[in-house]
């Protein structure tokens, strides 16, 4: 079993920054796929960027594209969201989630799931 822990949310004014990070516990995240996924009000899920090993690459959705940047430290066992720029489209529960094998924006295909923690943009 592997246990996630998110962190690193808060409010930001637009154009700002936040990164947000991933414990992982019970299990290293080697061999896993680590997903952010985000939640807005009267939104479905979302997912937004994912890492894994067996593919050597990193994918995200084309609205956070050249401002988020998802990152992996093996060592602490951490997956981190760098978020910049910030704008109105960005507010929303931001979920870790992580399973073994590859990438997949369906997140049914994801057994392991965080708490979540709240990304607000306001001036």
């Known amino acids: 079993q592997v246990q996630l822990v998110e962190s690193g949310g808060g409010l930001v004014q637009p154009g700002g920054s936040l990164t947000l990070s991933c414990a992982a516990s019970?299990?290293?995240?080697?061999?896993?796929?680590i997903a952010w996924f985000r939640k807005a009000p009267g939104k479905g899920r979302e997912g937004v960027a994912c890492?894994?090993?067996?593919?050597?690459?990193?994918y995200y959705i084309d609205s956070v594209r050249g401002r988020f940047t998802i990152s992996k430290d093996n060592a602490k066992n951490t997956v981190y969201l760098n978020m910049n720029n910030l704008d109105q489209e960005d507010p929303a529960v931001y979920y870790c989630?992580?399973?073994?094998?590859?990438?997949?924006?369906?997140?049914?295909?994801?057994?392991?799931w965080g708490q979540g923690t709240q990304v607000t943009v306001s001036l």
């Open positions: 989630a992580a399973d073994e094998g590859r990438c997949s924006a369906w997140d049914r295909t994801y057994r392991f």
């Open positions: 019970g299990s290293t995240l080697d061999g896993y796929a």
């Open positions: 890492t894994s090993d067996s593919e050597a690459g990193y």
